[in-house]
């Protein structure tokens, strides 16, 4: 493990909690592109992704004080802000009437309004894409589209526990295929 | 505890990418603290998905930074800081602004024309009493007015009768001097043809409440009721006509006459 780059994160914290707008431009600099992959992975509208990204950086600076070293790397937590604001993008009603009118757009006119991603072929959920299918349907579901595991059970008409103790294995195996 | 088991359970990952449960979470915290071989699975997982993450990188356009920018810099909500994880399900930027906008003007334009409405109507609201109260002072002061006239045209009138009264040769004037020496108190005419008798009040002194003047004819040395002073008569008063007489007198009575004289209250005496 590499302590340096841990030292710099937490002074880049410390900085950031002090409100230090060079340190910000350097956060910004450095995570922009991770983040908008992650974002983009989950939100296929890139006009949309744009915002969620402003939305997320903002986030970042007004809430860093939330943000707890001890319990994990910065990334790892600017990833969750990125995710779950993504997710609430996606499940939001607005997006979902708006995704319907395209695909209706796209079926006649083959073409739809603005630039859209193909999320399958983006970072980590292109590298999920080569687990097993039923590996593949649990982490999509409920990492990408944020279902919980409850409406997961409902939808796939699986046991509870099955879905709990699947996901589990799935994510594991993720890791393997990260390794590997 | 099997902390290899633990590992290998999917926990760790779950952990990581967010999706254990609030019970799963704070296991892992605690445990973290025990066992080392987990803090450094996580760190180590944690890693590995922020490498891919930074593989995949994707520019994003410029503007976007610069929005955060202008965004940062304006004055922040102190209510902002909650904890992150699956906080934000209220706000989600996909609106349609350009219709709320419009509406947002159309409700801004209508508040502005209601309260500028509200104080054009106060202004000429006030400026209506204002109004009124005026015509009101004026409506009264003419009515004063009139009333002043009318008072000054009967008070013409009866001094005009006065006159051509004094001016009658047939008449005969009987100044009356007080006892006391004081002159000219009173002036009384008697129309020697008609035997009309009248006062003409010059300086006789403001009677006291429940007194009143009263006018007597002395006739054959005896005094006979001439008739009241009327207080609101302020020229020639038209008194009782008596046939003849040798001397006049005024004397207080109490309000509502006498009929025989209190001599002791001789005001003023007169003979012809």
Redesign the interface.
């Known amino acids: 493990?590499n302590t340096g780059n841990i030292y710099q994160e937490s002074e880049l914290v410390l900085l950031l909690k002090q409100r230090h707008e060079h340190a910000?431009n350097y956060l910004?600099d450095h995570y922009?592109?991770?983040?908008?992959?992650?974002i983009?992975s989950i939100v296929p509208d890139r006009e949309?992704a744009?915002?969620?990204?402003?939305?997320v950086?903002?986030?970042i600076?007004?809430?860093i004080?939330?943000?707890d070293n001890a319990?994990?790397?910065l990334?790892?937590?600017m990833?969750?802000?990125a995710?779950?604001?993504s997710i609430?993008?996606v499940r939001?009603k607005?997006?979902q009437q708006?995704q319907q009118n395209r695909e209706l757009t796209e079926n006649v006119y083959d073409e739809g309004g603005s630039i859209q991603t193909n999320t399958d072929k983006?970072?980590?959920r292109?590298?999920v894409h080569k687990l097993k299918d039923e590996y593949k349907v649990l982490v999509e579901l409920?990492?990408f589209e944020g279902y919980t595991q409850d409406e997961i059970s409902k939808m796939l008409k699986i046991p509870l526990g099955t879905v709990k103790t699947r996901?589990?294995?799935?994510?594991?195996q993720?890791?393997q295929v990260?390794?590997a | 505890m099997d902390i290899n088991a633990y590992i290998q359970s999917g926990i760790i990952e779950s952990y990581v990418l967010g999706l254990s449960s609030a019970e799963e979470t704070a296991e892992v915290e605690m445990l973290r603290i025990q066992y080392s071989e987990i803090g450094r699975a996580i760190d180590e997982f944690s890693l590995a998905v922020e490498e891919i993450a930074m593989q995949n990188a994707i520019s994003p356009p410029p503007e976007v930074k610069e929005n955060i920018r202008v965004a940062i810099n304006k004055k922040k909500p102190v209510t902002d800081t909650v904890a992150f994880l699956g906080e934000n399900k209220k706000e989600v930027p996909v609106v349609p602004f350009t219709k709320t906008y419009q509406w947002k003007m159309i409700a801004a334009a209508s508040i502005i024309l209601f309260v500028a409405s509200s104080f054009l109507n106060y202004y000429l609201y006030n400026q209506y009493n204002n109004n009124k109260e005026a015509y009101q002072a004026l409506l009264s002061q003419r009515e004063t007015l009139q009333v002043n006239n009318q008072m000054y045209q009967t008070q013409l009138k009866e001094w005009q009768l006065a006159a051509v009264m004094m001016a009658d040769t047939g008449m005969a004037t009987v100044k009356m001097h007080s006892i006391k020496g004081k002159d000219d108190a009173a002036t009384v005419f008697w129309n020697k043809q008609s035997k009309d008798v009248y006062v003409m009040v010059n300086n006789l002194p403001e009677p006291r409440t429940g007194k009143q003047y009263q006018l007597w004819a002395m006739v054959d040395g005896k005094p006979v009721d001439a008739g009241l002073l009327d207080p609101s008569c302020v020229s020639v008063c038209k008194m009782k006509n008596i046939p003849k007489a040798e001397a006049f007198a005024i004397t207080l009575e109490k309000e509502g006459g006498n009929r025989a004289p209190n001599l002791k209250a001789i005001f003023v005496m007169g003979s012809i």
Do not use: C, H, P
Request: aromatic letters at 18%; proline letters at 0%; glycine letters at 4%.
């Open positions: 493990m910000f910004y922009s592109g991770s983040l908008y992959s992650v983009v949309l744009n915002d969620l990204l402003q939305e950086f903002i986030k600076w007004r809430q004080e939330s943000y319990k994990g790397r990334f790892t937590w990833l969750n802000v995710r779950n604001a609430d993008a939001s607005n997006f708006s983006i970072g980590l292109k590298i409920s990492y996901l589990r294995t799935a994510l594991f993720l890791k990260i390794k």
